[in-house]
């Protein structure tokens, strides 16, 4: 059961890694090596000052060069799409079964805690509170069922992180399909329908305001749940990896702001640096799930 849960964990890592490198350079690069010298940028400007019309010409010439940009960002998000329950899993066994040992043992938590020296809280997949064995919850009715201060926020945490996550793809995906439907039969003489504005508004403000601030709260409840406990149960790489998730959450809400009060434009001043600190984060947590290893047996 350990080595499944721990396998399960490095196999859910590798796929943060790819998406978080998706995120922050294949879809950048993509963009400034191709997108941009092909006038994306002018397209961009275009549409923010209203000019619709110019913008839909641009795509309507572009129009897979402009797909397969927005298929590499959804993509990205696609592969997190289980990193809220796999860190809310990580959090019960540190949280309940480190703190276990702690009073079990009498022992230090920063020297029994399950994710010492940054192996991760999978690496024991047991622990002992009284010389006994104690599985670790694999199910989540196992895990909802386990007490343990803090639970509601690492749970509510985790849901809204998938929503958000679950939101950013099917807003983006709808904007995309839209957006390539109306530009494919769209000509330098056509007359722009008065509701693409709106539509692909609306498209933007599910993807990035609702879905950015559902990703939001789980980044600043998770950064939390972590920094709460701090050293004593934590790893101080874990401890500084919940402090940049309470910077995401931040530059997050403020990126979701600012799109809601401009949705027309697609993305505001702070939606680029908040999505690549996302991907850094990302990718920082994989790169720690992909380096679990179990423990020696004894």
């Given at each position: 059961?350990?080595?499944?849960?721990?396998?399960?964990?490095?196999?859910?890592?590798s796929y943060?890694v790819?998406?978080?490198?998706?995120?922050?350079?294949?879809a950048p690069?993509?963009?400034?090596?191709?997108l941009?010298?092909?006038?994306?940028?002018?397209?961009?400007?275009?549409?923010?000052?209203?000019q619709?019309?110019?913008?839909?010409?641009?795509?309507?010439?572009?129009?897979?060069?402009?797909?397969?940009?927005?298929?590499?960002?959804?993509?990205?998000?696609?592969?997190?799409?289980?990193?809220?329950?796999?860190?809310?899993?990580?959090?019960?066994?540190?949280?309940?079964?480190?703190?276990?040992?702690?009073?079990?043992?009498?022992?230090?938590?920063?020297?029994?805690?399950?994710?010492?020296?940054?192996?991760?809280?999978?690496?024991?997949?047991?622990?002992?509170?009284?010389?006994?064995?104690?599985?670790?919850?694999?199910?989540?009715?196992e895990?909802?069922?386990?007490?343990?201060?803090?639970k509601?926020?690492?749970?509510?945490?985790?849901?809204?992180?998938m929503?958000?996550?679950?939101?950013?793809?099917?807003?983006?995906?709808a904007?995309?399909?839209?957006?390539?439907?109306?530009?494919?039969?769209?000509?330098?003489?056509?007359?722009?329908m008065?509701?693409?504005?709106?539509?692909?508004?609306?498209?933007?403000?599910?993807?990035?305001?609702?879905?950015?601030?559902?990703?939001?709260l789980?980044?600043?409840?998770?950064?939390?749940?972590?920094?709460?406990?701090?050293?004593?149960?934590?790893?101080?790489?874990?401890?500084?990896?919940?402090?940049?998730?309470?910077?995401?959450?931040?530059?997050?809400?403020?990126?979701?702001?600012?799109?809601?009060l401009?949705?027309?434009?697609?993305?505001?001043?702070?939606?680029?640096?908040?999505?690549?600190?996302?991907?850094?984060?990302?990718?920082?947590?994989?790169?720690?799930?992909?380096?679990?290893?179990?423990?020696?047996?004894?």
């Amino acid at each position: 059961m350990r080595r499944t849960f721990l396998t399960r964990l490095r196999i859910n890592g590798s796929y943060y890694v790819l998406g978080a490198l998706l995120l922050l350079l294949g879809a950048p690069l993509y963009q400034w090596l191709w997108l941009l010298p092909h006038g994306y940028g002018e397209a961009l400007a275009a549409a923010s000052r209203g000019q619709f019309s110019v913008y839909v010409l641009w795509l309507h010439s572009h129009l897979w060069a402009f797909a397969l940009y927005r298929l590499l960002q959804i993509a990205a998000f696609a592969l997190t799409l289980s990193l809220p329950f796999t860190l809310f899993r990580i959090i019960v066994a540190q949280e309940v079964l480190g703190r276990d040992e702690e009073s079990g043992a009498g022992e230090p938590a920063e020297e029994t805690a399950a994710l010492d020296e940054g192996q991760g809280a999978a690496e024991d997949g047991q622990a002992s509170a009284d010389g006994g064995s104690k599985p670790l919850p694999q199910t989540a009715e196992e895990l909802l069922a386990v007490p343990w201060r803090g639970k509601g926020f690492a749970v509510i945490a985790a849901w809204s992180g998938m929503l958000g996550i679950l939101l950013l793809i099917l807003g983006n995906l709808a904007s995309t399909v839209y957006q390539v439907g109306v530009a494919r039969g769209f000509s330098a003489g056509s007359v722009l329908m008065p509701s693409f504005a709106l539509v692909v508004g609306v498209c933007t403000l599910v993807a990035n305001t609702v879905g950015g601030l559902l990703l939001a709260l789980a980044a600043l409840l998770f950064g939390v749940v972590i920094t709460r406990s701090g050293l004593q149960l934590w790893p101080p790489l874990w401890v500084a990896l919940g402090y940049v998730a309470i910077l995401l959450a931040l530059f997050l809400i403020g990126s979701a702001v600012q799109v809601a009060l401009a949705p027309a434009g697609g993305q505001a001043f702070l939606t680029t640096p908040a999505f690549l600190l996302f991907a850094l984060w990302t990718l920082w947590l994989g790169l720690i799930l992909v380096r679990l290893r179990p423990e020696p047996a004894s």
